[in-house]
């Protein structure tokens, strides 16, 4: 029976049948008898009765098998050995993959005893091919191969059988299969090593690495990758590679680099607009606000010109701009100490879009036109640079000099910049100057007494300042060698001494104390002389008038008091309810300028004569009862040149309007107090006659609120507050009654210094536009004027304090009208009612009470001017007084008509509300944040007002009660009962 020719027809039915494993790619093939073909050149041994190769076409495709089948012959050892299989330096460890067949020994019949069913595999490593030299012995066993299926007639079963050959280590090697007696046929070898494929894992490339065991037989192979391209990481990366080809374990981790994002497995450049600063995992980012559009691959956007990025600011952040300058930048000495003052200002407008801001205030001292720094002495609480609040109290200032203070607004990105958001401000310390005495004058005499009266320096504050007289008779004085006088010390600029001798010179002295220092001023020298004893009257008088008779004198007297009565003074004998603590008895000393026949005589006295070529009119301010307001330059020779406001008169006046005209100026001269408007003086000798006074940078004070809503604090307003009282103390002190205090009458200075002004005498019957005609026959501003004074004209100091009440509620609500949008008719009814206006909006509570105070019934109950002076003062030291804030009832403090509108319908638009509680200005910011219905608006809670950009504190709680109030709507009057 021919085994050979059965088993080649079985074969082929294997191959067709056969499932060819494709390749996996970590498996590298050394050796493949398929892939070969029939040029294998395989070695038999021996040549002849061995193994045999065997050919097949299968659809069109030559197959090869090898087979051996001499089961019948006895001691069979037949070597089949491949050609030289070239080793992969490092793989040490190959693996055999054979498919094969093995006939079942029982299928032959009885002499096949001898018959097989395994064979063996063996290995022999060699440093180079040594052809077709075989000698069995070099070769050492592997492994036995015994089928796990033997093969039957009809019933063909291949076995895949892989092996492993370790320990490799010559350049390569051959394989050899010994038959020794089977009945087989291999027609699949293949030799193959393992590896683990290139990778890249976490942005990390490994190369492909042959599955080996490590060192020390480690099951794992330690491996070191590299980053990817734009990819960095702080340690080598690594991973294991298994002796199976696995990669585990991966040590390390790569990143992007700035600029690159990981997009797969590679780092991408950031798209142009984008960025990446830093060395991540994170994806670029669009380039924040403020910047430059970027190019490709960009670690940062560039800022815009004028914009800044901070070194501790994040490139993700917004590029911020510079702060423009602090705001109402003031300097108050009041209340303080010698040598000492305080700086306060108002946060800059614009922060640049930061929150960092901090102020530097630099001091320099000016004398002349040289400043120099302040140097090291001066101290400043709590610092002179990166201060967080906004005021600064500096001390050992020194009391004689001028300085110039500049407070920057900084913010984290003002180190960048060299422009400087500053304010400046000057200021002389007032109240340690020591003041001068001019103007030493004869106000009234008879013979035993003498009236004089003085005036001290502009710089000077009168009321804090008292005064020393000295005085003797002259031929007294000229007589002896040494001087007596009798010294007396005075708290008013203004004196009558009497029990002197009639017709006697007398020599007088004058020098001003300053309150702090009791330092004196130069003194003014005048003589004096008292009028002859009575009995001589007519004499004196005849000389006087020019030789008059007597009865035409008293006729006059007669025909002046009677005028006096029924004028316009503003004085009454029982007006003057301030009691003094003077230990001479107080003088009238305002003078009423009816008083003088020819009131020309009046402004003589009061008013010194400036010449027009001195005066130059630059631009009209305002307009006057009696012509334009100009701002203009007064340069006297001799004197430092100054702003002042020039008054005219316009053409085609009567004399009768030119004397009311410069009666405003014969009341004003009479004045010298830091809070009352200073006169510089009259142009009276030329055609058009002028008021000349100090120039007041920021205009009527009701006007500059209203333009400043929200931004001062009540720190600051109280301290206006206490100007004006002081310039009232005074003018009560003088027995003189203002009739229209109202913050339209306040003027207000670069310095924010509060002077009280409009002193004309027929001002409040013609000029004021408030003047109402009353019953009685006279024009009053109402809103402003005690019940008293409407009813029946009783004009009093007491007056003055229930108008100063309604300038306070001015000053605390920032310019509002006083009484809102109610009739004048109205507001009478409403006072005789007991209804009293209610607190403004975050009005300190004590202030509100000295409101209440002002505006009580019983005029004899209200405080006085010197009362209210104390307690404002005393606020200012303890300013955490200011703290407590009165109740505040939305409803009533914003104009109601237009909250809901008088007739109750709700607004058409968010811009007509915005426009009734007068915040127009951020129209913008609600369109642009979408709240564009009034539905939207009550939605809104103060944080969502914040982030539309309304920052002021004035304007925020403006807004927010505001929608308060249209939430809670009831009527106007009745909530502000007092
Ligand atoms: P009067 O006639 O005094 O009411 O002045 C009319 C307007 O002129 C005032 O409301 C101010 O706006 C302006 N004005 C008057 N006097 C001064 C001043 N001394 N400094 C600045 N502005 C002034």
Same mark, same amino acid.
């Given at each position: 029976m021919?085994?050979?020719?059965i088993?080649?027809i079985l074969?082929?039915?294997v191959?067709m049948?056969c499932?060819?494993?494709?390749?996996?790619d970590?498996e590298?093939?050394?050796l493949?008898?398929?892939?070969?073909?029939?040029?294998?050149?395989?070695l038999?041994?021996?040549d002849q009765?061995?193994?045999?190769?065997a050919?097949?076409?299968v659809n069109?495709t030559?197959l090869?098998?090898y087979f051996?089948?001499?089961?019948e012959a006895?001691?069979?050892?037949?070597?089949?050995?491949?050609?030289?299989?070239? #080793?992969?330096?490092t793989?040490?460890r190959?693996?055999?993959?054979?498919?094969?067949l093995?006939?079942?020994?029982?299928s032959f019949?009885a002499?096949?005893l001898? &018959?097989k069913?395994?064979f063996n595999?063996?290995a022999s490593?060699a440093?180079?091919?040594?052809g077709?030299s075989f000698?069995k012995?070099?070769f #050492?066993?592997v492994?036995t191969?015994?089928?796990d299926?033997?093969?039957r007639?009809?019933?063909?079963r291949?076995n895949?059988?892989?092996?492993?050959?370790?320990?490799?280590s010559?350049k390569g090697?051959?394989?050899?299969?010994?038959?020794?007696g089977?009945?087989?046929?291999?027609y699949?070898v293949?030799?193959?090593?393992?590896?683990?494929p290139a990778?890249v894992?976490?942005?990390a490339?490994f190369p492909?690495t042959?599955?080996v065991?490590g060192?020390?037989?480690?099951?794992?192979?330690?491996?070191v990758?590299a980053c990817v391209?734009?990819?960095?990481?702080?340690?080598?990366?690594r991973i294991?590679c298994?002796v199976?080809?696995e990669w585990v374990v991966?040590v390390?981790?790569c990143?992007?680099?700035p600029?690159?994002?990981?997009?797969d497995? +590679?780092?991408?450049?950031?798209?142009p607009?984008?960025?990446?600063a830093s060395?991540?995992?994170?994806? &670029?980012e669009p380039?924040?606000k403020n910047t430059h559009?970027s190019?490709?691959?960009a670690?940062?956007c560039?800022?815009l010109e004028?914009f800044?990025?901070a070194?501790e600011?994040p490139?993700?952040?917004a590029c911020s701009?510079?702060?423009?300058?602090?705001k109402?930048?003031?300097?108050?000495?009041?209340?303080?100490?010698i040598?000492?003052?305080e700086?306060s200002?108002?946060?800059?407008?614009d922060?640049g879009g930061?929150?960092?801001?901090?102020?530097n205030v630099?001091?320099?001292?000016?004398?002349g036109?040289?400043?120099?720094p &302040?140097?090291?002495?001066?101290r400043?609480?709590?610092s002179n640079?990166?201060?967080?609040?906004?005021?600064v109290i500096i001390s050992?200032l020194?009391?004689?000099?001028? /300085?110039t203070?500049?407070?920057?607004?900084?913010?984290?990105?003002?180190?960048?910049?060299?422009r400087?958001?500053?304010s400046?401000i000057?200021?002389?310390?007032? /109240?340690?100057?020591?003041p001068s005495?001019?103007g030493?004058?004869?106000v009234?005499?008879s013979s +035993?007494?003498?009236?004089?009266?003085?005036s001290?320096?502009?710089r000077?504050?009168?009321?804090?300042?008292?005064?020393k007289?000295m005085?003797?008779?002259?031929e007294?004085?000229?007589?002896?060698?040494?001087?007596t006088?009798?010294v007396l010390v005075l708290?008013?600029?203004i004196v009558?001494?009497?029990?002197?001798?009639?017709s006697?010179?007398?020599?007088?002295q004058?020098?001003?104390?300053?309150?702090e220092?009791?330092?004196?001023?130069?003194?003014?020298?005048?003589?004096?002389s008292t009028?002859p004893?009575?009995g001589?009257t007519?004499v004196?008088l005849?000389?006087v008038?020019g030789?008059g008779?007597?009865?035409?004198i008293v006729?006059?007297v007669?025909l002046?008091?009677?005028?006096?009565?029924?004028?316009?003074t503003?004085?009454g004998?029982?007006d003057a309810?301030f009691?003094?603590?003077?230990?001479?008895?107080p003088?009238k000393?305002?003078?009423?300028?009816?008083?003088?026949?020819d009131?020309?005589?009046?402004?003589l006295?009061?008013?010194?004569e400036?010449?027009?070529?001195?005066?130059t009119?630059?631009?009209v301010i305002?307009?006057?009862?009696?012509g334009e307001?100009?701002r203009g330059i007064l340069?006297?020779?001799g004197?430092?040149?100054?702003?002042?406001?020039i008054?005219?008169?316009?053409?085609g006046? +009567?004399?009768k309007q030119?004397?009311d005209?410069?009666s405003?100026?014969?009341?004003m001269?009479q004045?010298s107090?830091?809070?009352?408007i200073?006169l510089?003086g009259?142009?009276t000798?030329f055609?058009?006659?002028?008021?000349?006074t100090e120039?007041?940078?920021?205009?009527?004070l009701?006007?500059?609120?209203r333009?400043?809503?929200?931004?001062?604090s009540?720190?600051?307003?109280v301290?206006?507050l206490r100007?004006?009282a002081?310039g009232?103390k005074?003018?009560s002190?003088m027995s003189?009654?203002?009739?229209?205090l109202?913050?339209r009458?306040?003027?207000?200075?670069?310095?924010?210094e509060?002077k009280?002004s409009d002193f004309?005498?027929?001002r409040v019957?013609?000029?004021?536009?408030?003047g109402?005609?009353?019953?009685?026959g006279g024009?009053?501003p109402i809103?402003?004027?005690?019940?008293?004074?409407i009813?029946?004209?009783k004009f009093?100091s007491?007056?003055?304090?229930w108008?100063?009440?309604?300038?306070?509620?001015?000053v605390m609500a920032?310019g509002?009208?006083?009484y809102?949008?109610?009739?004048n008719h109205?507001?009478?009814?409403?006072?005789n009612?007991?209804f009293?206006?209610p607190?403004?909006m975050?009005c300190p509570?004590?202030?509100?009470?000295?409101m209440?105070?002002?505006?009580?019934?019983?005029?004899?109950k209200?405080?006085?001017?010197?009362?209210?002076?104390s307690?404002?003062?005393?606020?200012?030291?303890?300013?955490?007084?200011l703290?407590?804030i009165?109740d505040?009832?939305p409803?009533v403090?914003?104009r109601?008509p237009?909250?809901?509108?008088?007739d109750?319908?709700?607004?058409r638009?968010?811009s007509e509300?915005l426009e009734?509680?007068?915040m127009?200005?951020y129209?913008?910011?609600?369109s642009?944040?979408?709240?564009v219905?009034?539905?939207?608006?009550l939605?809104?809670?103060?944080e969502?007002i914040?982030?539309i950009?309304?920052r002021?504190?004035?304007?925020l709680?403006?807004?927010a009660?505001s929608?308060?109030g249209?939430k809670d709507q009831t009527s106007t009057l009745?909530?502000?009962?007092?």
């Open positions: 021919d085994y050979r020719r088993k080649r074969f082929v039915n191959f049948n499932v060819f494993i494709s390749l996996q970590k590298k093939v050394l493949d008898m398929v892939e070969s073909g029939g040029e294998l050149g395989w038999t041994w021996p009765n061995g193994w045999e190769i050919q097949q076409a069109g030559l090869y098998s051996v089948c001499n089961v006895r001691e069979q050892d037949n070597w089949l050995r491949t050609t030289f299989i070239q #080793r992969h330096p793989a040490t190959v693996f055999v993959e054979m498919r094969f093995v006939r079942d020994c029982n019949n002499h096949s001898t &018959c069913e395994t595999l063996y490593e440093d180079a091919d040594i077709t000698r012995g070099q #050492r066993k492994a191969i015994a089928p299926e033997i093969s007639v009809g019933n063909m291949v895949i059988e892989t092996k492993v050959v370790e320990n490799l010559r090697f051959y394989l050899a299969f010994q038959d020794i089977a009945c087989v046929a291999i699949s293949r030799v193959y090593y393992k590896t683990c990778t894992k976490s942005l490339a492909e042959v599955a065991a060192g020390e037989n480690q099951a794992l192979r330690e491996v990758g391209e734009n990819a960095e990481s702080e340690d080598q990366p294991y298994t199976d080809g991966p390390g981790q990143q992007c680099s600029g690159y994002e990981a997009v497995d +590679t780092c991408q450049e950031c798209k607009d984008f960025f990446k060395v991540s995992n994170e994806a &670029c380039c924040p559009p190019g490709p691959a670690v940062s560039p800022c004028g800044y990025r070194p600011d490139m993700t952040s701009g510079l702060p423009s300058p602090p109402t930048l003031t300097a108050t000495t009041a209340q303080m100490a040598g000492k003052l700086l200002w108002s946060p800059p407008g922060t930061r929150s960092d801001i901090t102020y630099v001091c320099e001292r000016c004398e036109s040289v400043c120099l &302040c140097g090291d002495k001066v400043y609480e709590p640079t990166d201060i967080k609040e906004t005021s050992e020194e009391p004689h000099l001028n /300085y203070f500049t407070v920057e607004a900084r913010n984290g990105v003002s180190q960048l910049s060299s400087r958001a500053t400046t000057s200021t002389a310390l007032h /109240y340690t100057d020591p005495v001019t030493m004058r004869l009234g005499r +035993t007494s003498l009236s004089l009266s003085w001290v320096s502009r000077a504050n009168p009321s804090t300042i008292r005064y007289l005085y003797c008779e002259k007294k004085d000229e007589a002896k060698t040494g001087k006088y009798t708290e008013k600029n009558e001494i009497s029990h002197l001798s009639p006697t010179v007398y020599l007088f004058v020098q001003a104390l300053s309150p220092s009791n330092v004196g001023s130069n003194s003014v020298e005048e003589e004096f009028l004893e009575v001589s007519a004196i005849g000389a008038a030789g008779a007597i009865l035409l006729l006059v007669l002046l008091r009677k005028r006096r009565k029924n004028s316009h503003r004085q004998p029982e309810y009691s003094s603590s003077e230990q001479l008895k003088l000393t305002y003078v009423d300028p009816h008083t003088y026949e009131p020309n005589t009046a402004v006295k009061f008013a010194s400036i010449h027009p070529s001195h005066i009119k630059q631009k305002g307009a006057g009862e009696f307001v100009f340069k006297v020779p004197r430092k040149e100054a702003a002042v406001a008054k005219t008169l316009k053409p006046y +009567t004399e030119r004397q005209f410069l405003e100026a014969s009341i001269g004045f107090h830091q809070n009352i200073r510089e009259v142009v000798k055609k058009h006659a002028m008021i000349i120039y007041m940078e920021n205009g009527a009701d006007k500059y609120l333009d400043h809503d929200g931004e001062m009540s720190f600051q307003l301290g206006m100007g004006i002081a009232m005074y003018l002190d003189y009654v203002h009739r229209d109202a913050a009458n306040i003027l207000v200075n670069s310095n924010l509060c009280v004309g005498l027929s019957l013609e000029d004021d536009p408030e109402t005609y009353t019953t009685s024009k009053i809103r402003w004027t005690a019940p008293e004074a009813a029946y004209r009093t007491a007056s003055d304090v108008s100063f009440g309604i300038v306070m509620w001015e920032f509002e009208r006083p809102w949008d109610m009739s109205e507001v009478m009814k409403a006072i009612e007991a009293r206006l607190a403004p975050d509570s004590a202030v509100y009470q000295l209440l105070q002002c505006w009580l019934q019983d005029r004899s209200r405080p006085r001017f010197q009362d209210i002076l307690l404002l003062d005393k606020l200012l030291k303890s300013p955490d007084s703290k407590t009165a505040f009832d409803r403090s914003i109601l237009s909250t809901s509108g008088s109750g319908s709700p607004f638009s968010v509300w009734s509680i007068k127009s200005q129209s913008e910011n609600f642009m944040a979408g709240i219905s009034m539905e939207q608006v939605q809104m809670k103060s969502d914040r982030n950009g309304v002021l504190p004035g304007h709680k403006r807004i009660y929608i308060l249209l009745s909530v502000f009962a007092v």
